[in-house]
C-alpha cells in the first residue's frame, strides 16, 4: 500500500468529509474534494474556518506547509492522482458502495480507499470493488480536526497490509487509530454511544428528564472523567484497594435492576418534537458556528491540559505537534 502520502481525496463533504479536510491541510497534505452540493465552497470553507481557529490555539505557529483544498467536478476527477482516498458520504449503504466502486475503477491498485462509515459492514461495502483488498473503514469523531479517534475495521475481503497502512496513515496526521479486530455493526464506540442515546431518548419520552438536564448530568460528571479514562478505569478506581472484583461484587446485582432500558422508545412525531423543542431551547438562539467554536473552546482546553499530564487524547496532540516540528525542519 502507498506510504508516501500527499494527495487525498475527500468524497463528500458535510460535516465529517470537511473536518477531514481541515485536519488534512493542518497536517500539510493537499486534498480535492468532490461533492454535488451547489453550496460545498461556502459549507466546507466555513469549517476551514473554524478550524484553523481552534487549530491555532493548539498550535500557535501554522504549519511549515498549509496544504491546499481543490473541488473536483467529479468522483474520477478527485480520485485521479490521489494517494489515499477517504468517503465521507451520507450513511447510505446504496450510494457508498457506489462511491467507492467508482473511486476503485480509477485509483491504481496500491491506494487505500477508506469510508468514514459510522456503522455499515465493510464487508459489504467493498463487495462492488474489483480490488476489494484496499478498502477500509476509517471512522472518525466530530469535529475531525480536535478529536484524535480513528476505528479503523476490515471486511472479510481486506488485505492483511491494509488496516496498519491505514492507520499508519491515520497516526501521521496525530489521530489515535484503534483497530476494531471484529467486523460488527456500530464498531465499538458507537455502540457505546447508541446505548446512552437509546436510554436518554427514554429518559425525555417518559417525561423523567429534559434534554438538557440530561446533557448537565454528563457534563458535570462522567463526561469529566471520560475525557481522560475510559468506564473500566473508572469503575476500578470505584473499587478503592480491593479492585475491580469488589467493585463489581458490590454494584454487580444492580445489573438486575431496572436502570436502563436498552431497547430505543418508539420515535413517534410526538417525541421527536419533544426532543427537536427542547433542544433548541438549550441552543438559546445560538448559531451552529457559534456553538462550534464554544465547543472547540472547551475542547482545545481539555486537550492542552491532558497534553501537560501526557495522557489520554493529549499523547496524541504531543505527537501531533512533535511531527509538526520535525516537518518545519525540512521545510
Known amino acids: 500500500m502507498r506510504r508516501d502520502i500527499r494527495r487525498v481525496a475527500l468524497l463528500g463533504a458535510g460535516v465529517i468529509g470537511a473536518g477531514w479536510a481541515a485536519r488534512l491541510v493542518e497536517s500539510g497534505i493537499d ?47 478527485a480520485v485521479d492522482g490521489a494517494d489515499f482516498v477517504q468517503e465521507s458520504a451520507p450513511e447510505r449503504e446504496d450510494l457508498k458502495r457506489a462511491l467507492l466502486a467508482r473511486a476503485d475503477a480509477v485509483a491504481p491498485a496500491d491506494v487505500i480507499l477508506a469510508t468514514s462509515t459510522s456503522g455499515l459492514l465493510p464487508s459489504r461495502l467493498q463487495a462492488d470493488c474489483r480490488h476489494p483488498g484496499r478498502v477500509v473503514v476509517g471512522h472518525p469523531f466530530n469535529p475531525v480536526y480536535l478529536l484524535p479517534l480513528v476505528e479503523v475495521c476490515g471486511g472479510a475481503a481486506t488485505a492483511p497490509e491494509t488496516v496498519p497502512a491505514a492507520s499508519a496513515f491515520y497516526a501521521s496526521i496525530g489521530m489515535h487509530p484503534l483497530h476494531v479486530r471484529t467486523e460488527i455493526d456500530g464498531f465499538v464506540a458507537d455502540r457505546l454511544l447508541e446505548a446512552l442515546w437509546r436510554e436518554a431518548l427514554h429518559l425525555v419520552n417518559d417525561g423523567v428528564a429534559t434534554t438538557d438536564e440530561i446533557d448537565r448530568a454528563i457534563c458535570h460528571g462522567a463526561g469529566l472523567r471520560w475525557a481522560f479514562m475510559g468506564t473500566f478505569g473508572i469503575y476500578r478506581l470505584a473499587g478503592g484497594e480491593a479492585g475491580m472484583r469488589h467493585f463489581m461484587a458490590q454494584f454487580g446485582p444492580a445489573l438486575k435492576l431496572p436502570w436502563t432500558r436498552l431497547e430505543a422508545p418508539e420515535l413517534t412525531e410526538a417525541l421527536v ?39 489520554g487524547a493529549g499523547a496524541d496532540l504531543a505527537r501531533w505537534r512533535q511531527g509538526r516540528e520535525i516537518m518545519s525542519k525540512f521545510d
Open 31 to 77: 486534498v480535492v474534494v468532490a461533492d454535488p452540493d451547489p453550496e460545498v465552497h461556502r459549507k466546507t470553507g466555513a469549517v476551514l474556518q473554524n478550524a484553523e481557529r481552534a487549530l491555532r490555539a493548539l498550535f500557535p505557529e501554522p504549519p511549515a506547509r498549509r496544504g491546499s483544498v481543490d473541488y473536483a467536478a467529479s468522483v474520477e476527477a
Open 273 to 311: 418534537d419533544r426532543v427537536s423543542e427542547q433542544a433548541e431551547a438549550q441552543a438559546a438562539g445560538r448559531s451552529v458556528r457559534d456553538m462550534e467554536r464554544s465547543r472547540d473552546d472547551a475542547l482545545v482546553a481539555i486537550l492542552r491540559a491532558l497534553e501537560a499530564q501526557g495522557i
